[in-house]
C-alpha cells in the first residue's frame, strides 16, 4: 500500500501543476514506455498540458501502441510545474532529459527499483512492486482519478513485460489482483500480447537464431551466456533497438537458472543483461559492475573492457555472489 502522505502530496503537486513533463529511463523497455504513456493518459483526462519524452529508440515491438511516436524533442528552455521521471533509479539513467527536472518547479520519482535512494522533490520507492506500470495503477486508483482503457492498456503493458509474461518472483498475488483490476475494463489483452510476443520479423528471428548457436553453458548448465555483437547485428541490417526477449529465452532453457546477454555497443563497451528463476539472485552480480536492477532481473553498462576478459569476471561473480 503506498503511503498516504506521498499519495496526499502528489495529488497536491498534480492539481497546483498545469504543464507537465513525464520521462523515464534510457534505452526504453515495455515499463519505462508503458508508464509513460499509462501516465500521460491519466494527465490529460486531468486536462493537463503533458509533454512526454522517451529517450531512445522505441522497439519495434511497442510501436503499436497508441501516440507513442508523438514524444517530445528535449528542449532546454521549456520550464515545466511538474517533472515526473519513471523507473529510472538514479537521475544519470535519465540521460540528457534529468536536465528538465532542473527546469522543473517540482519533481516527483516513481519507481520499484531497490538500489533507488531518490533524487526528486517526493520519492515514491516501491521495490515490493512488480513494475513503475503496477504503482502508477495503485497510486491513480487510490485518488480516484479516472484510468480509462487507454491507461489501463499501458499499465498491462508495463506489467506483463517487467514480470517476464507473469513468472517472475515480482509478479505476486497483488500484481494478479491489479491484472483482474485491468482486464475488468475491457482491455484487449489478446491484441496486446499478439503485438508484443508474436509479431517478430524474420530477420531478427534469424539473427537470435545465431545467437543461440554460439551460447555458452558454464557450472553444468546452470548459467547460459551469449554474445550479441555489432557484426551480426549488421549483417541482418538491424540495431540493438530492434531485439528484444534474447535474455529471457536463455533462461528457458532447462536447467538454465541464470541467463546472461552481453550486448556489444561499441569498441569494448558492452550492455549486460541478466535474467535469473528461482533463489539466483542476479542485482547481486550487476552490483559488482556499477550496475543493478531486480532479483530476477538486472544489468549494467561497462566501457574500456575486452570481451574476454569481461566474459571470465562475469562468470567468477556468478559463481562468488548467485550459485
Do not use: W
Not at 528552455?77 to 518547479?105: M, P, V
Not at 485518488?143 to 487507454?150: A, K, T
Not at 482491455?187 to 545467437?211: A, C, H, R, T
Amino acid at each position: 500500500m503506498i503511503n498516504k502522505e506521498n499519495l496526499k502530496n502528489l495529488d497536491s503537486f498534480v492539481e497546483k501543476s498545469n504543464k507537465i513533463a513525464i520521462m523515464a529511463h534510457a534505452d526504453p523497455d515495455g515499463d519505462s514506455i508503458g508508464s509513460i504513456m499509462a501516465l500521460r493518459e491519466i494527465l490529460r483526462i486531468k486536462n493537463k498540458d503533458v509533454d512526454f519524452y522517451i529517450n531512445g529508440e522505441i522497439p519495434f515491438n511497442y510501436k503499436f501502441m497508441k501516440d507513442v511516436e508523438k514524444s517530445s524533442s528535449y528542449n532546454i528552455n521549456i520550464k515545466y510545474d511538474l517533472c515526473f521521471a519513471l523507473d529510472s533509479s538514479d537521475k544519470e539513467r535519465l540521460g540528457e532529459n534529468s536536465q528538465i527536472i532542473d527546469n522543473s518547479n517540482k519533481t516527483v520519482c516513481i519507481d520499484h527499483h531497490k538500489t533507488n535512494e531518490g533524487y526528486c522533490d517526493l520519492d515514491i520507492i516501491e521495490p515490493d512492486y512488480s513494475s513503475t506500470g503496477e504503482i502508477i495503477f495503485d497510486i491513480f486508483s487510490q485518488l480516484n482519478y479516472e484510468i480509462n482503457e487507454i491507461a489501463a492498456e499501458n499499465i498491462f503493458i508495463a506489467i506483463i513485460t517487467d514480470t517476464g509474461k507473469f513468472i517472475y518472483d515480482n509478479a505476486g498475488y497483488k500484481t494478479f489482483e491489479n491484472v483482474s483490476k485491468l482486464l475488468k475494463m475491457n482491455i484487449n489483452k489478446n491484441e496486446i500480447v499478439k503485438n508484443l510476443y508474436s509479431s517478430e520479423p524474420k530477420n531478427i528471428f534469424k539473427l537470435k537464431s545465431d545467437v543461440f548457436n554460439s551460447t555458452e553453458f558454464y557450472y553444468e548448465d546452470r548459467v547460459a551466456l551469449s554474445l550479441l555483437s555489432q557484426k551480426t547485428l549488421k549483417n541482418y541490417n538491424l540495431s540493438l533497438k530492434d531485439i528484444d526477449g534474447l535474455v529471457e529465452r536463455l533462461r528457458d532453457i532447462e536447467n538454465v537458472e541464470i541467463s546472461i546477454l552481453i550486448k556489444e555497443l561499441g569498441d569494448n563497451t558492452y550492455k549486460i543483461s541478466m535474467r535469473s528463476l528461482g533463489n539466483s539472485d542476479v542485482s547481486k552480480i550487476c552490483e559488482v559492475f556499477g550496475g543493478g536492477g531486480h532479483k530476477n532481473a538486472a544489468g549494467f553498462k561497462i566501457e574500456n573492457v575486452e570481451y574476454s576478459d569481461l566474459k571470465n569476471n562475469i562468470i567468477k561473480e556468478v559463481e562468488k555472489n548467485a550459485l
